[in-house]
């Protein structure tokens, strides 16, 4: 069974400029999560989806970032503008809707630098 | 404010000694604990985790952690580490009615042959 996938692994890209991040997870999984991890911090979590529903986005830093799941498969992430304190690894998790829903599978996560 | 924490972010230790890292949380009712680990190039990934019952829980490849819940603690054990154990080790914690993981810092391991 194939896990999470993210694309790209690592993404490069100037301040000011946009970027888009692309989550696939595991097939089955309504619940899909994005997490980031600034350098030298925790791991934060940033919204859920039920599906193409956002379930719980209270954890999104600002409206430049704007999340979603079309057709309740894959997510994209776009940050827009970027900024220099975008940097770092996003991760993206999948659980299943019933139980053990609270047994999140990571992906590998996307570096993004921002320069 | 809530949050998760652990202590001692680079432990350095040799094989064959025990490890324990310290995870305390500051959320109140209800809470479910995880701890995750990351190996070098690869994915986080469940290492044990805490419902309900026995507050000793075993994990994969020789882990264990305890639940105390007077001491809003769920700290990582194991008796014996092998240099396969290097890696980052992230205790979290899922407040019941929620599905957000919160994760502490995380602890580097690095563990000499």
């Known amino acids: 069974e194939a896990g999470v996938t993210q694309f790209p692994s690592h993404s490069v890209i100037e301040k000011g400029q946009t970027v888009t991040l692309r989550c696939d997870p595991i097939?089955?999984?309504?619940?899909l999560y994005w997490y980031r991890r600034v350098m030298g911090k925790e791991i934060k979590f940033l919204l859920h989806?039920?599906?193409?529903?956002?379930?719980?986005e209270s954890g999104m830093p600002n409206n430049r970032f704007l999340a979603e799941r079309t057709g309740g498969t894959y997510s994209t992430l776009k940050v827009q503008p970027a900024e220099l304190e975008d940097s770092g690894v996003y991760f993206c998790?999948?659980?299943?809707?019933?139980?053990?829903?609270?047994?999140?599978?990571f992906g590998p996560g996307t570096r993004l630098t921002v320069t | 404010a809530q949050s998760v924490s652990q202590h001692n972010h680079h432990v350095i230790l040799s094989e064959a000694a025990s490890l324990e890292l310290g995870c305390n949380y500051s959320?109140?009712?209800?809470?479910?604990l995880f701890w995750y680990v990351q190996y070098p190039g690869q994915h986080l990934q469940l290492l044990l985790k805490?419902?309900?019952?026995?507050?000793l829980v075993k994990g994969i490849k020789g882990f264990e952690a305890e639940f105390i819940k007077s001491k809003f603690s769920f700290n990582l054990r194991k008796p014996s580490v092998q240099w396969s154990d290097t890696a980052e080790y992230f205790c979290?914690?899922?407040?019941?009615?929620?599905?957000?993981?919160?994760f502490g810092k995380g602890n580097q391991v690095v563990v000499i042959p």
């Open positions: 998790a999948s659980s299943l809707r019933t139980a053990p829903y609270y047994e999140q599978y």
């Open positions: 097939s089955g999984h309504d619940n």
């Open positions: 989806f039920v599906k193409e529903s956002k379930q719980d």
């Open positions: 959320y109140g009712g209800t809470v479910n």
């Open positions: 805490y419902f309900s019952g026995d507050p």
């Open positions: 979290a914690v899922m407040q019941y009615g929620n599905n957000r993981l919160a």
